[in-house]
C-alpha cells in the first residue's frame, strides 16, 4: 500500500497532542469526524462546541485545531487509499502515535470507512467544471539582447463553469516546454490514482 502519512512537523506536534487525548474522549472526536467528513462548507465542530472542547481536552485553540486538521487528514487520506486495516494501523504506528490511539482509529475506520467512502463519492469535490480548452503553440524568436534565441511556449485558455454562475470564467495559463512537460508528468499521476480508485 501507498504510503498515506509523512512525519512532517506539524504532524509529529499533532501526534504528540493526539496521545494526551484522555482515552475516554478520544473516540467521540473521531466518530463526529467521520459523520462529518464528507460535509463540504460544514465544520466539525460549531466554534462552541470547539471553545467547549478546548476546556474538556485542557488544549489551547491553535493547538485543538491541529489536532482536528490532523486527524480529518489522517481520515481523508484513508478514505482517499480505501485503507485496510492492517496498513491503517501499521503506518499510524509509525508516526510515533500510542497504541490505544491508532486502535480507536482503526475501529472507528472499520466500522464506519465505508459509508464514509460513499458520501465523499456522491459529493461533488469541486463547484467548479471545466467546460471548455483552447491552446496555440507560440515561438518567440528573439529578444532585444539576444537575436538567435527560439523560446516554444504553448498557451491555455479553459473555460470554468462555477456553481451559481451563468457566465463561465476564462482562466490562462502559459508554460513553457519544460513547465509543460512537468505538468502533463503530474497529470500522468493524478490519472494513475484515478484508475487506481476505480
Do not use: C
Not at 10 to 16: D, E
Not at 111 to 134: C, Y
Not at 162 to 177: L, P, V, Y
Amino acid at each position: 500500500m501507498a504510503l498515506m502519512f509523512t512525519s512532517t512537523p506539524s504532524i509529529r506536534k499533532a501526534v504528540g497532542l493526539i496521545n494526551e487525548v484522555d482515552q475516554g474522549k478520544f473516540p467521540l472526536v473521531v466518530s463526529r469526524i467521520l459523520q462529518k467528513l464528507h460535509l463540504k462548507d460544514e465544520r466539525t465542530f460549531s466554534e462552541d462546541e470547539e471553545e467547549k472542547l478546548q476546556g474538556t481536552l485542557g488544549m489551547s485553540g491553535p493547538d485543538l485545531e491541529l489536532l482536528l486538521q490532523t486527524l480529518e487528514f489522517f481520515l481523508q487520506q484513508s478514505a482517499y487509499h480505501t485503507a485496510k486495516p492492517a496498513a491503517l494501523s501499521q503506518q499510524l504506528s509509525q508516526l510515533g502515535m500510542d497504541q490505544d490511539k491508532v486502535d480507536t482509529i482503526v475501529e472507528s475506520w472499520t466500522t464506519k470507512g465505508r459509508e464514509v467512502i460513499q458520501n465523499l463519492r456522491q459529493r461533488a469535490l469541486m463547484p467548479n467544471q471545466l467546460t471548455d480548452i483552447n491552446w496555440r503553440l507560440n515561438l518567440q524568436m528573439a529578444q532585444s539582447m539576444e537575436t538567435k534565441q527560439k523560446l516554444p511556449n504553448a498557451m491555455f485558455e479553459l473555460g470554468v463553469h462555477r456553481e451559481g454562475q451563468e457566465d463561465k470564467e476564462k482562466i490562462r495559463m502559459e508554460f513553457t516546454h519544460d513547465e509543460l512537460y512537468q505538468f502533463y508528468n503530474q497529470l500522468e499521476t493524478i490519472q494513475k490514482q484515478i484508475d487506481g480508485l476505480s
